[in-house]
Structure formats: C-alpha cells, structure tokens
C-alpha cells in the first residue's frame, strides 16, 4: 500500500472514531443530550446513566466498533497499519472534530481495537471491567484497571512489540483522560455507574 492509501487509511479510521454514538444516540432516539447529564461524558458509563440500559448498550456496542471496523479493515489491506488505526479511531472518539475536539476517554473503542489486535487482550480487559465493576460499582476504577491488564495479556497473547506499546500507550492515554477521576476518586466524589 502507498504512503498516500495508508495516511488515508489512518485518517480514515480518525473520522469513524470521531462519531459521536453517545450524543447521536441520545438526541435521536431518546430526546436528550448526554452531555448535560451525569458526569457530561459521551461515552457508553453516562450513556447508561443518561439514557438506562438500552441506550447505554447501543452506545457501548457503536463505540467498541468504532474501534473493531478501522482496525480490522487496516489488518486485512494493510497490516503493518493496524496499529495506527486503531490508534487513531481511540483519538478520534477522544477528540471529535464534531464536538470541538472533545469526546470520550476510549475506553469502549480501545477495546473494540483490541479484539483485532488480540482477542486474548479483548477477553481479558473485558471481563475485568464486568469483574471490577460489579466489585466497585465505578467505571473509572473498572477502565484503568482493565486497560492496565490488557498489557501483559498482549505479550502474552500477541508477543507482537507494536501491539504491546500500543497497549502502554492507550493505557497512559486513557489515564491520562481519566484524570479527572482519579481526582474524584481521591476525594470520595466520584459517580458511580449504579447505586445498587
């Protein structure tokens, strides 16, 4: 593949991760706008919490193929891609040219990155935030853990070096997104994704 089909590619994968599921789901089909509920963010935990456990599935399948669809694509034309799409799908959610360059942390497109790169990472990640979840009830605290766990779950299911970075990078980034709730946390303010 050319330079050129392959930054198409990558730019590509930027936009369909740049849509915004959570808002587009919430106007349409349910008359509101997730951005004013909850803790404001577009992702599939305020979806839940903004439009209960059918719009927040929609939401949560939509994102995690954001994430599936680039990097699958990448890996069948272009292989030596797939990591850079789904890299850029994760910061086309988080950074949305559509909503002003704000978005969601990645969490829910990262894994439906990694059920391309390593369904062994995917399964691993995902049962450990249905796991923490359920333990804590805080989504923050299930995403960072989960993200944290897909690394050696990489270099053990992938032993691929650029899968392996790609999983510290998306775990620093998604840390870094979550910021905010890991102050919360701290101060014993954070929302939790349900009170029962």
């Not at 789904?86 to 990155?113: D, E, M, Q, Y």
């Not at 979550?178 to 303010?189: P, T, V, W």
């Amino acid at each position: 593949m050319s330079g050129a089909a392959s930054a198409s590619l990558i730019f590509g994968s930027f936009l369909l991760g740049s849509i915004p599921f959570g808002v587009i789901v919430g106007r349409v089909f349910f008359h509101t706008d997730i951005r004013q509920s909850g803790s404001g963010n577009i992702g599939a935990a305020n979806a839940l919490r903004a439009l209960g456990r059918v719009g927040g599935t929609i939401v949560l399948l939509l994102d995690i193929l954001k994430g599936t669809a680039p990097t699958l694509l990448a890996a069948r034309i272009a292989p030596q891609c797939e990591v850079f799409a789904a890299t850029a799908a994760i910061l086309g959610h988080c950074f949305s040219p559509w909503l002003r360059c704000k978005g969601g942390k990645g969490v829910a497109t990262a894994l439906g990155a990694l059920i391309v790169l390593c369904w062994q990472a995917a399964i691993v990640s995902g049962l450990a935030w249905l796991a923490i979840v359920r333990l804590t009830r805080y989504s923050s605290v299930a995403s960072l853990i989960a993200c944290a766990l897909s690394i050696p779950a990489l270099w053990l299911g992938a032993g691929d070096p650029s899968k392996i970075l790609f999983g510290i990078g998306a775990t620093l980034f998604i840390a870094w997104k979550h910021r905010e709730n890991i102050r919360r946390l701290r101060e014993g303010r954070e929302n939790r994704l349900f009170t029962v």
